[in-house]
């Protein structure tokens, strides 16, 4: 499904699922926190399926968009995310968990309840279906109350690893030469870019025994892997060698997966219309 802008000299093509495909024909954008670093970034949400939105650019090139030329060649595209990463920095201030306390039961309007984010309160049945995996739940009448379970988080982080882990060599044939520890390191250093330092992704790493800042290294040279960040499903080298085969491996899908996340644009559900030209 495509989506412009129009009215003004400028658009925007946003390329995404068809929300009246499999559904009530609903989508609205939200501006939520990016789960590593905070930042305002816009996401997608379509029939109750939360999507990323991802921004391409070439040096040249436009669209043509039935008998309209659009000169900015620019394209967003929305990919499928696991809410779980969206909703783990949330769910981990509300517990408000000191020492040894694991923190407070919480209802999920509470949690939800974010200033300067009102997208969150769209997110509250998908909320509550998917966070059971990582969650106590105490039910009190009709009221569910929340908390984040270290154990049940890191359970669902090793199952997201081992699921990326599985795809890594799909991605690139050159996988199959490298070692599993240094597959394993790249899973771990991709799922590192929607994880906070503190306290998952260190966690994760002392799990499978890897150096946090080479983690974070690898990262660098890396976008996220759609297969285990889109999966809503149950729970680089440490020293890696500077050979030609793995510098082509890294070069090859940072290439293939050079997308940029559109950050600081909470106007950019101003910014499409469905790209049907009313009356034509």
């Known amino acids: 499904m495509g989506y412009w802008w129009e009215g003004v000299d400028e658009c925007r093509l946003l390329i995404a699922s068809d929300p009246g495909a499999n559904g009530d024909g609903s989508a609205r954008l939200l501006s939520l926190r990016q789960p590593k670093s905070g930042v305002s970034t816009s996401f997608l949400l379509s029939n109750g399926l939360l999507q990323e939105l991802h921004w391409f650019k070439q040096s040249y090139g436009s669209w043509f968009l039935g008998d309209y030329v659009s000169e900015d060649g620019s394209l967003y595209t929305a990919t499928p995310i696991d809410p779980v990463f969206i909703m783990l920095p949330i769910f981990e201030e509300a517990r408000m968990k000191k020492a040894d306390d694991p923190g407070k039961f919480r209802q999920l309007d509470e949690i939800l309840f974010i200033n300067d984010y009102p997208g969150y309160q769209h997110l509250f049945s998908i909320a509550e279906n998917c966070m059971q995996v990582v969650c106590e739940i105490k039910e009190i009448g009709s009221s569910k109350f929340f908390r984040l379970d270290d154990m049940k988080v890191l359970a669902w982080l090793y199952y997201k690893v081992c699921q990326l882990k599985q795809t890594l060599p799909a991605l690139d044939q050159n996988y199959a030469a490298r070692e599993e520890r240094d597959t394993l390191a790249d899973a771990v250093s991709i799922l590192g870019e929607y994880l906070k330092d503190e306290p998952w992704l260190k966690l994760l790493c002392n799990r499978f025994k890897l150096n946090l800042l080479e983690a974070k290294r690898i990262a660098s040279d890396f976008e996220a892997c759609p297969t285990a960040i889109e999966s ?42 469905r790209a049907s030209r009313r009356g034509n």
Request: hydrophobic share 25%; charged share 35%.
């Open 232 to 273: 809503p499903i149950g729970s680089s080298s440490l020293s890696q060698g500077k050979n030609t085969s793995e510098k082509k491996t890294a070069r090859n899908l940072k290439q293939a997966k050079k997308a940029k996340v559109e950050t600081e644009s909470r106007n950019i559900k101003e910014m499409f219309t």
